[in-house]
C-alpha cells in the first residue's frame, strides 16, 4: 500500500485527471481546489473496510477510481485534513497518509553511508555521466577509449560533480544488449584506474550482478539498477555488498520499453512499480534506507508522461527516499524545443531547474559544469534555512 499527496494546479487539470481515474468531476469548482486536500491510497489488492471507515470517521471522502493496477482510492479533506492525521492509528491506511503528508513535506533526506564516506544531502547532488560506450544516444564513442575515459571523469569532478556514474552498455531505447565480457572489459579498466583517486563517490551502472560485484570489489559505490532492481540476483548482490542502490522505473526493456507504453496515473503506477521493489529488494537483504528512486524519464515514456513527472515530482517523495532525476540531453527536451541533442543544454538545466524546485535530490546529466552552478542558485533561493558557505 501507497499513499501520495496530490496537488492540482488548476481545475481543468483535476477535472481530466478524475474523468480518466472514473470519478465525476465537472461540478469541482476553483474553491474547491483551494479549501480541499487531496491525497490517493493505492494498493495491489483491495483496501479492507476497516482502513477505509478509519479515514472516514477521521473526516476524509473516500471515493473509489478506475485502475488496471490494482485498487486505488481518493481522498478528499478540508486543508488541515491531512497535517490532523492522529499518530499511532491502528489503521494502515491512515498512517500511511501520516507517513505521506510528512515526506511530501520534508525538504531534505537522511544520509547514506558509503563502503567510505556517506552521501549526504544538505545541497542537490550532482551526478556526472561517464558512458563508455560506442552507441549511447548522446555521447556514444566519445569516451570509448580509456584514456578520455579517466580524463572525462577527473574533468567532471573538477567541474564539480558530486558522484561519477560509469556506464559500459547504452540502455537508450530499442539499443541492444552487450555482452557481459564486453560490459566489463569497457568498465573495469577505468574504474581501476579512477576508484583509488578520484576523490567523489563512484557509481555503476549495470543490470548485471556479475557485473555489479566485480565493480563493488574495484571500489565503487554505489549501484545503479535501471532494471529496478527486478532481477533476485542483483538484489542478492546489493544485499550481500552492503552498497546503496539506485533503483529506477522502466518498462520491460530497453529494446521494447517505447513499444506499448500505458499508464492509468504515471505517478501512481511508477510508485506502485517502485514500492513494490523496495519491499522486494528488503526481503532480499537490501536496506531501504540505502535506496534512491528514479523515476526514469525516457524509460517508457512518452512526451507528456515526461513533463508530468517532472511538474508532478514532489509526490515521489511520499516514499521517503530520495529522488534521482535524469533529464539530460533526452527526447522529450527535443520534442518540446525542436532540437537535436547537441543543442538541448538550455532544455536540460531549465529540466534540472524545475526537478531540483520540485524535490528532487541528485540530477544526473553530462553537462556537469552548467548543472552545478544551476543547482547552486536553486538551492540558495529554495533552501533559506543554509547559509551560502554550506552550498559551496
Not at 576523490?199 to 549495470?206: H, L, R
Not at 555489479?212 to 533476485?232: C, F
Not at 540476483?233 to 546489493?238: C, F, L, Q
Request: charged letters at 30%.
Amino acid at each position: 500500500m501507497i499513499a501520495r499527496v496530490r496537488h492540482y494546479g488548476s481545475r481543468a487539470e483535476a477535472i481530466e485527471e478524475w474523468r480518466r481515474l472514473g470519478i465525476e468531476a465537472s461540478a469541482i469548482a476553483e474553491k474547491d481546489l483551494i479549501d480541499s486536500s487531496f491525497s490517493f491510497l493505492e494498493s495491489k489488492k483491495e483496501v479492507g473496510e476497516g482502513d477505509l471507515r478509519a479515514i472516514e470517521d477521521l473526516g476524509g471522502m473516500v471515493v473509489r477510481c478506475r485502475s488496471s493496477q490494482g485498487a486505488r482510492y481518493l481522498i478528499i479533506g478540508n486543508t488541515s485534513f491531512l497535517s490532523g492525521l492522529p499518530d499511532g492509528s491502528a489503521s494502515h491506511a491512515v498512517e500511511a497518509l501520516r507517513r505521506s503528508f510528512i515526506n511530501y513535506r520534508s525538504t531534505g533526506n537522511p544520509p547514506i553511508p558509503l563502503k567510505r564516506g556517506v552521501l549526504e544531502f544538505e545541497r542537490t547532488l550532482v551526478m556526472g555521466v561517464l558512458n563508455i560506450t560506442p552507441d549511447s544516444f548522446s555521447d556514444g564513442g566519445t569516451f570509448l577509449r580509456k584514456e578520455d575515459a579517466v580524463r572525462r571523469a577527473f574533468e567532471m569532478v573538477d567541474e564539480g560533480a558530486d558522484i561519477i556514474d560509469v556506464g559500459g552498455e547504452s540502455t537508450r531505447p530499442f539499443s541492444e544488449p552487450v555482452t557481459e565480457d564486453e560490459e566489463e572489459a569497457r568498465i573495469i579498466p577505468v574504474l581501476r584506474e579512477i576508484v583509488p583517486s578520484l576523490g567523489v563517490p563512484v557509481s555503476i551502472d549495470t543490470r548485471r550482478p556479475s557485473v555489479a560485484r566485480k565493480a563493488v570489489e574495484i571500489g565503487a559505490h554505489i549501484v545503479n539498477d535501471v532494471s529496478g532492481l527486478r532481477d533476485g540476483e542483483m538484489i542478492r548482490a546489493v544485499g550481500e555488498l552492503g552498497v546503496p542502490a539506485v533503483l529506477m522505473h522502466m518498462l520491460g526493456e530497453p529494446r521494447t520499453m517505447q513499444l506499448d507504453i500505458r499508464y492509468d496515473d504515471v505517478v501512481g503506477d511508477i510508485m506502485l512499480f517502485m514500492k513494490e521493489r523496495m519491499r522486494e529488494a528488503s526481503k532480499g537483504g537490501v536496506e531501504e534506507t540505502s535506496i534512491i528512486l528514479d523515476p526514469g524519464i525516457g524509460f517508457g515514456k512518452e512526451l507528456q508522461h515526461n513533463l508530468d513527472i517532472i511538474r508532478r515530482l514532489r509526490e515521489f517523495r511520499c516514499l521517503g527516499r530520495p529522488i534521482l532525476v535524469g533529464p539530460s540531453r533526452k527526447a522529450f527536451i527535443g520534442k518540446v524545443l525542436d532540437l537535436p541533442k547537441e543543442e538541448r543544454l538550455e532544455g536540460t538545466m531549465a529540466a534540472v531547474a524545475a526537478s531540483v524546485i520540485n524535490g528532487a535530490s541528485l540530477v544526473r546529466v553530462h553537462d556537469v559544469k552548467e548543472t552545478v552552478r544551476v543547482c547552486r542558485m536553486i538551492d540558495a533561493i529554495c533552501r533559506p534555512n543554509q547559509t551560502l558557505s554550506d552550498l559551496q
